[in-house]
Nanobody, 115 residues
Framework: QVQLVESGGGLVQPGGSLRLSCAASGSIHSINTMGWYRQAPGKQRELVASITSGGGTTYADSVKGRFTISRDNAKNTVYLQMNNLKPEDTAVYYC?????????WGQGTQVTVSS
């Protein structure tokens, strides 16, 4: 059984920064992709950024240059550094671990960008 535990969400002013963390535990396939998705009220869940076990990264156009995803394979942990946050970044952020033929989700952490 795989569990994902997220932390780091909160309230921040526009232009501010937050760092999200997601620690995976359990039996984890060595070939995997970890990522962050977000869902704002009334909108579909969308990919924010992902990183493969080999270090390859993907970003949504809306966060390129502002967000950075990284991972510590020894700790099975993925991080999302979010800088220059905007009100439109407000959403519940979900951690995802994708392995061959399956995908796991965290419980979500709220990020609110507001003055």
């Amino acid at each position: 059984q795989v569990q994902l535990v997220e932390s780091g969400g909160g309230l921040v002013q526009p232009g501010g920064s937050l760092r999200l963390s997601c620690a995976a535990s359990g039996s984890i396939h060595s070939i995997n992709t970890m990522g962050w998705y977000r869902q704002a009220p009334g909108k579909q869940r969308e990919l924010v950024a992902s990183i493969t076990s080999g270090g390859g990264t993907t970003y949504a156009d809306s966060v390129k240059g502002r967000f950075t995803i990284s991972r510590d394979n020894a700790k099975n942990t993925v991080y999302l550094q979010m800088n220059n946050l905007k009100p439109e970044d407000t959403a519940v952020y979900y951690c995802n671990l994708a392995v061959p033929f399956y995908s796991y989700w965290g419980q979500g952490t709220q990020v609110t960008v507001s003055s």
